[in-house]
């Protein structure tokens, strides 16, 4: 896995790749295409800071504001040592295709600071946190733009944001974030969502290329919020979770990793360094091991042509953002390996996001097993359509993901009419 910042090619460069090929399929006409290839809005911004120690640091701080045809925008934050404009804007891309595809009324987003948040303390975290939202006031919004948690961002940093934003604007203003705590206008299944996401993706298509789950072999690459959950959810499916990784080194077993040990051991350490319940390899090896169903969980670019010859699973669904390069893509198609796309796969989060949302403007909350079957519905609903769309074109999945996204925003686009 390498991070955005040492990479030498364009994350966003590379995401316009899988654009293009749905925008070929729909043949979308060239100012359509210029338009939707281009962020609406990029924000770059300095955050200074006080250490503990009293030293003033600054970061940077981003928000891209990609797209606003079908509603405000929608998107995570993600506070990470590898975040750059390329990375926020490749996300914000991916999140406008997102909401699309399971049909939110939003548009796309992304924010992110670039900051290694394990050299930080919880009042370093808060500080950063508000004064990036501080920076944000104007333009984000119930309607206009909508931040959620993302890589290394909590429903305590989702707290301090809503926090802040209410304390500028003089009111309270639930709804300016989702991914809160339950106590303050968060939603009930919203930390689970998208790991839940995943598991009702992998086990819908698991049946459909008849992969009996009883007996399938699954690997997952990540053990944060959405590795966490999709291993917990197969577990609880009586699915075998054969191996699990975070950054200390993967962890295999043959006869499936106890997922509740491994569960209390991040818990208690925060990471799985040292966890007993599986032989270790290294995490490159985990990703080429014999499975069939494989979850990748962590950052971008984690199948690259370099690996994806090698990749042994039937079906990949992905639960991350961006973890399959267009090289590697192609090879998977080749080789025949089913890719349920990010845009699909990890939409369980920012769904879940729209019931929150949904929650705060009426300050009447769902119960759990509302949450999860309204879930359940979106997702089976779209990836149902996707289904059907690959296989009236002969495409992959992705590719009819983005054909039904891209459809989706157009339409949006052309009744509202481009105001030039
Ligand atoms: N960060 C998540 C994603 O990439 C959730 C976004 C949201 O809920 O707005 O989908």
Redesign the pocket.
């Known amino acids: 896995m390498t991070s955005a910042a040492v990479r030498d090619v364009s994350i966003f460069g590379e995401a316009i790749a899988y654009f293009n090929e749905a925008a070929d399929l729909l043949e979308l006409d060239s100012g359509m295409r210029r338009i939707l290839t281009h962020p609406s809005r990029q924000i770059i911004f300095s955050i200074p800071f006080q250490r503990d120690s009293g030293e003033f640091e600054v970061f940077t701080g981003y928000r891209v504001q990609y797209n606003f045809a079908r509603g405000p925008a929608?998107?995570?934050?993600?506070y990470h040592p590898g975040v750059t404009l390329d990375e926020v804007t490749a996300?914000a891309f991916?999140?406008t295709w997102?909401c699309a595809v399971v049909d939110l009324p939003?548009g796309g987003s992304?924010g992110g600071v670039t900051c290694d948040p394990t050299t930080l303390s919880s009042s370093e975290l808060e500080r950063i946190t508000r004064r990036y939202a501080a920076e944000l006031v104007e333009v984000v919004g119930p309607d206009k733009d909508?931040?959620?948690?993302?890589?290394n961002t909590t429903p305590q940093v989702m707290a301090w944001f809503m926090d802040t934003y209410s304390m500028h604007v003089r009111q309270n203003v639930p709804g300016v974030v989702?991914?809160k705590p339950l106590e303050i206008g968060g939603s009930r299944g919203r930390v689970e969502a998208?790991g839940r996401g995943v598991t009702i993706c992998a086990l819908d298509q698991m049946q459909k290329m008849s992969i009996d789950a009883s007996r399938a072999a699954i690997v997952i690459q990540g053990f944060g919020n959405v590795g966490m959950h999709a291993a917990k959810l197969f577990a609880e499916r009586g699915c075998k979770v054969v191996a699990i990784s975070d950054i200390s080194g993967a962890y295999y077993n043959e006869k499936g990793v106890n997922i509740d040990a491994a569960l209390s051991h991040a818990a208690k350490f925060r990471t799985l360094e040292g966890f007993a319940g599986g032989e270790r390899i290294g995490n490159a090896e985990m990703l080429l091991s014999n499975c069939d169903v494989l979850v990748p969980a962590a950052l971008e670019n984690v199948f690259t042509a370099q690996n994806a010859g090698q990749v042994k699973a039937k079906l990949i669904v992905e639960g991350s953002?961006g973890p399959t390069s267009p090289e590697a893509d192609r090879i998977f198609k080749e080789r025949g390996i089913t890719v349920i796309p990010d845009i699909m796969g990890?939409?369980g989060?920012?769904t879940?996001?729209?019931f929150e949302w949904a929650q705060d403007r009426m300050g009447y909350f769902w119960k759990e097993h509302e949450v999860n079957e309204r879930l359940e519905d979106v997702l089976l609903t779209n990836l149902h359509e996707i289904r059907k769309i690959a296989e009236r074109r002969g495409a992959t999945l992705r590719t009819a993901a983005y054909t039904l996204a891209i459809d989706r925003v157009v339409r949006a686009l052309k009744l509202r009419g481009i105001y030039a």
């Open positions: 929608k998107g995570g934050i993600r996300l991916w999140m997102k939003f992304k909508v931040p959620a948690p993302d890589v989702t991914g998208t953002n990890n939409a989060g920012v879940v996001s729209y």
